[in-house]
């Protein structure tokens, strides 16, 4: 391949990427299915449920655009491969080019399909019609849901490829290209894992994120996971009705110091190790006087006389967690994506420290 269309392939690759999954920069420039066909959409606030199904009707039709967009680029990228001309392009691109066709071709017969009946037999009308009453149908059920997003009261959270919307009587989760609706009063919730990253995108601090497996006792209805930031946990089960079980024993952080302590033993353990003098013997943790002591503060980070950091020539009287709670009071709370590089001074001798020179005993 010649240089202009490995660089057109590279970018249309990245930009399909970008449409698909929707960064915030593209979010932010307006370049998605939702902003360029805001018009014929409608309101999400004003009509939920009508909103999602034709959103992700128009999702499956632009997508499936895609690949012929590619095409039609590569018509320019690569004039020397005649693919202006189908029936002399080599039998690779023409299989291409039949796919690329095919595949709007066959969506476009499929939201056809979707929207006969006023829309009663898209895949989101047969998910709500699983919860309706034997008199009545699904459109009975959306308009419950409407009613009761419009509320300001609800609980929505996460992407919006993969957003969480809770009211009332209804758990839903929103994605690109289908939505998953269970009834609060049919729901078993429990936390199946968690995953902790050290910093967050978004606010440059700790973050936890939980995955909650939501489970209805109506057969016909699929379970689903929702997945979210632990902060928001408790948010979640004040509007949740069914009590939410801990199956995998997870420990759930719900404050910014439970995920800054968390960080901070992962980076201590890293640091270099400290080893006892033979005949010293170890005292109960002053701070919690329930575990032993087992960490030292030793000048690590730099020579003794380089740095603010100063040598502390304090025997062994903490434990690691008492220590971190003893770094995290002495931030800045209105900056937590400092608090790891910065330096506190000892609680004992007040010598200045940073998170490199605690050592963990062995």
């Given at each position: 391949m010649?240089?202009?269309?490995?660089?057109?392939?590279?970018?249309?690759v990245v930009f399909?990427?970008?449409?698909?999954?929707?960064?915030?920069?593209?979010?932010?420039?307006?370049v998605?299915?939702?902003?360029?066909?805001s018009?014929w959409?409608?309101?999400?606030?004003?009509?939920?449920?009508?909103?999602?199904?034709?959103?992700?009707?128009?999702?499956?039709?632009?997508?499936?655009?895609l690949?012929l967009?590619?095409?039609?680029?590569?018509?320019?990228?690569?004039?020397?491969?005649?693919?202006?001309?189908?029936?002399?392009?080599?039998?690779?691109?023409?299989?291409?080019?039949?796919?690329?066709?095919?595949l709007?071709?066959?969506?476009?017969?499929?939201?056809?399909?979707?929207?006969?009946?006023?829309w009663?037999?898209?895949?989101?009308?047969?998910?709500?019609?699983d919860?309706?009453?034997?008199q009545?149908?699904?459109?009975a059920?959306?308009?419950?849901?409407?009613?009761e997003?419009?509320?300001?009261d609800?609980?929505?959270?996460?992407?919006?490829?993969?957003?969480?919307?809770?009211?009332?009587?209804?758990?839903?989760?929103?994605?690109?290209?289908?939505v998953?609706?269970?009834?609060?009063?049919?729901?078993?919730?429990?936390?199946?894992a968690?995953?902790?990253?050290?910093l967050?995108?978004?606010?440059?601090?700790p973050?936890?994120f939980?995955?909650?497996?939501?489970?209805?006792?109506?057969?016909?209805?699929?379970?689903?996971?929702?997945?979210?930031?632990?902060?928001?946990y408790?948010?979640?089960?004040?509007?949740?009705?069914?009590?939410?079980?801990?199956?995998?024993n997870?420990?759930?952080?719900?404050?910014?110091?439970?995920l800054?302590?968390e960080?901070?033993?992962?980076?201590?353990?890293?640091n270099?190790?400290y080893?006892?003098?033979?005949?010293?013997?170890?005292?109960?943790?002053?701070?919690?006087?329930?575990?032993?002591?087992?960490?030292?503060?030793?000048?690590?980070?730099?020579?003794?006389?380089?740095?603010?950091?100063?040598?502390?020539?304090?025997?062994?009287?903490w434990?690691?967690?008492?220590?971190?709670?003893w770094?995290a009071?002495?931030?800045?709370?209105?900056?937590?994506?400092?608090?790891?590089?910065?330096?506190?001074?000892?609680?004992?001798?007040?010598?200045?420290?940073?998170i490199?020179?605690?050592?963990?005993?062995?």
């Amino acid at each position: 391949m010649e240089r202009p269309e490995v660089t057109f392939t590279l970018a249309y690759v990245v930009f399909v990427v970008c449409f698909v999954f929707t960064p915030n920069e593209f979010r932010s420039a307006g370049v998605t299915v939702q902003n360029l066909l805001s018009g014929w959409l409608g309101s999400e606030d004003l009509s939920f449920i009508h909103y999602q199904i034709k959103r992700t009707s128009a999702t499956a039709l632009v997508h499936s655009i895609l690949p012929l967009g590619y095409y039609i680029g590569m018509c320019f990228a690569a004039p020397d491969k005649n693919l202006y001309f189908v029936h002399i392009a080599s039998e690779g691109w023409k299989l291409f080019f039949a796919a690329a066709v095919a595949l709007p071709v066959l969506s476009s017969i499929l939201v056809f399909y979707w929207s006969c009946n006023k829309w009663g037999n898209h895949p989101i009308a047969r998910t709500l019609a699983d919860h309706a009453l034997p008199q009545s149908g699904w459109r009975a059920v959306a308009s419950s849901i409407n009613t009761e997003f419009r509320r300001i009261d609800k609980f929505a959270t996460g992407p919006p490829g993969a957003r969480v919307v809770v009211t009332d009587t209804w758990v839903i989760k929103v994605l690109t290209y289908r939505v998953h609706v269970a009834q609060q009063q049919d729901i078993h919730l429990t936390v199946t894992a968690s995953k902790q990253h050290e910093l967050s995108p978004d606010s440059n601090t700790p973050v936890q994120f939980l995955t909650i497996s939501v489970a209805s006792v109506n057969p016909r209805v699929q379970p689903f996971d929702i997945r979210l930031n632990s902060a928001e946990y408790g948010e979640l089960r004040e509007k949740l009705h069914a009590p939410i079980r801990n199956a995998a024993n997870v420990v759930i952080h719900q404050s910014l110091n439970d995920l800054f302590l968390e960080t901070f033993k992962s980076h201590v353990e890293m640091n270099t190790r400290y080893s006892l003098p033979r005949g010293q013997e170890l005292e109960t943790c002053i701070g919690c006087m329930q575990v032993m002591a087992n960490m030292k503060l030793v000048k690590v980070c730099q020579d003794a006389s380089e740095g603010e950091c100063q040598q502390c020539y304090c025997r062994p009287m903490w434990c690691l967690t008492c220590m971190g709670k003893w770094f995290a009071s002495r931030q800045d709370q209105q900056h937590p994506e400092t608090w790891l590089s910065s330096r506190v001074p000892c609680p004992t001798c007040r010598a200045k420290f940073c998170i490199l020179d605690i050592c963990v005993i062995h």
